[in-house]
Every structure is written in structure tokens, then in C-alpha cells.
């Protein structure tokens, strides 16, 4: 349930309502906006049937949340989240941008490819050092070493690093090196692994599973947030369907769908979300014109021998382009790219 204080609620009494909570075994998460503060509690209600809330000092209203998402929820917080990471921010109306290989192959390809993504607008590199292949027998990543590279990269331009988690064994190496730590659709529903990083209070970048429906997303996402790790922002990448000219299809919809759903912020990666370089550009488009916060794209400066992702990977030039693009959309919807 959600806990409206009114507006002139003190510190004393917001400790009281706490206090008086957690006696009754619930969870308690604050939420202080600049007119009120609010309380979202997450428990067993029928405790508190006789011993109503409404009544305590500082009390305004007492909404129960009917959703089984709720500290994601709209109704826990209306506002959009914006998050500010490190001095780039996602969200409200700010548009960040991630990109770079799918995977880290080698230093130098890295870096070439961060520069020039960099230089292009993007303010976060992307790269796996840590793969979630299909077959056993592909490139499964540099592992640590490819981490190294992605930081080296990365702090030589001023930019973030996002990177896939696979396995809560690799937590503390993973938080290390990146700023974002990327957990893939394949492990959308690992539950273990989301609680993991929601403690970890790190930012999460958490990808819609293959299959999975939105409040299942969302319900993943409350897996973290219920840790008390609130920096997450959800990533629509494709979901499975009977036509093969695309590898997913890009859930566009999804976007506008979950803004109503959740104040999280809502990327797009038109890479995975199609598997075809040829339409990254117009899907990347059309995301920002349906409200994304930001994108993830891949970039690669020789597609054909690219370890991984070949085929939706675009080049530096094309990238060149899609952030020209994306920066001219963004505008017309009085919003701007992070630079
Ligand atoms: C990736 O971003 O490198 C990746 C493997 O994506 P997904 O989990 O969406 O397939
Ligand atoms: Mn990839």
C-alpha cells in the first residue's frame, strides 16, 4: 500500500509511521518529492486491519495497490524517474545513448569503436565481455580482460560503461569495472540474479525477456527495486514471434505501454530488437518518436568479421547518421540527447 503524508509531515512523524510498520513485519520504502512525501509499504495488510494508519499524525490518505508491481508503479510514484548517472541522465527530458560492439574482441577494436561512437553523440559504451551465446561452441567473451578494455576506453573519453551480468558468482569483478550493470533477456527471470544487483545499488539496465509479457518485465524490475535498489531502467529489445525476416520484433508499443505502467525510464535497442543492420536507423527513429528514453545500438567498424552480432551491427558512419537523426526528433519533442 502507498502512504500520502500530508505536505507539512516532519521527520518525527514520518519515523513514527515507519517504526510503526516494520512493527507490523512490513518493508518500508521512502519516496520524497519535492510537495510531499510518500510511503510505499509492502507487507501483509490484514495485520493492519484493526490498527489503522489513517489515524496517525501526519497521515493524509492510505492507497492500497491493487497492481502486483508496486514499487515500480505509477501509483508509488507519478512522476517520471529521471536517473542521473555520474553526470548523464535518462529520463524526463533526457535521452541517453548506448553503443558500441556486441562483444569486446580485442583493444583495438574497442577503442576505435568508442571513439567513434563517442564523437558522435553517445555518452555510455556498450560491450560484452561476458557473452550469452546460443551455441556453446561461439565466442563466449574476453571475460575479464575484456573489462579492462571497456574501462580504459571508456575513462580515456569521459564516457559510462555498460556490461552484461550472466552470473551472480561474477558480481564483484562485473562491479569492478562497469557503471550499469546489463542483465540480459535470457535472464530476465532469474530471480536470484536480480536480487543480487538490487542489492548491489548499482544501476541496472534490465532487458525484456525473449518471451516475456510487460507486467512480467515489470515484475522482474520490482525483483530489484523490492532490494531497495531503485536505479533501473528497462530495455525493450524484441520479442519472439512467427516471422523470420526479423529476429525479434521490436516491441514499439511496449514503450508508451509501460510509461503508462511505471515511472521507470524506457530504452530500445533496435539491434537485438531486429537483427538486421539495414533496420537500425528507421526503428531507432521511430523509438524516439515513441517516447524511448535512450537507445542501445550496436556499432562495429567491420561488420563481417565482427565475432558476434554481425548482422545488426551498423557502421561508425551509419551511427554518425542515426545520431543526427536522433538528436532532430528528440528536439521536436522538446527533449535532447545527453552530450
Ligand atoms: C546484448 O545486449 O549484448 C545482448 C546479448 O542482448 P539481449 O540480452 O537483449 O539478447
Ligand atoms: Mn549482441
Redesign the pocket.
Known sequence: MIIVLKPDAGEIEIQHIVDRLEKFGFKTYLSKAAERTIIGAIGDERALRDKPLSTLPGVEKVVPILKPFKLVSKEFKKEPTVLNIKGVKIGGKHIAVMAGP??VENRNMLFYIAERVYRAGARIL?G?AF??RTSPYAFQGLGEEGLKFLREAADSLGMLVVT?LMDPRDIDLILKYTDIV?I???NMQNFRLLKEVGKAKVPVLL?RGLAATIKEFLMAAEYIASEGNNDIIL?E??IRSFDTETRNILDLSAIPVIKSMSHLPVIA?P??GTGRSDCILPMAQAAIAAGADGL?V?VHHCPEEALS?GDQSILPDDFDLLMKRVKIIAATLERHVEE
Open positions: 556486441c562483444s556498450r560484452g557473452k550469452p552484461e546489463q540480459g533477456a535470457r532487458k530495455c529489445r524484441g535497442d539491434s537485438h542501445m550496436e552480432d
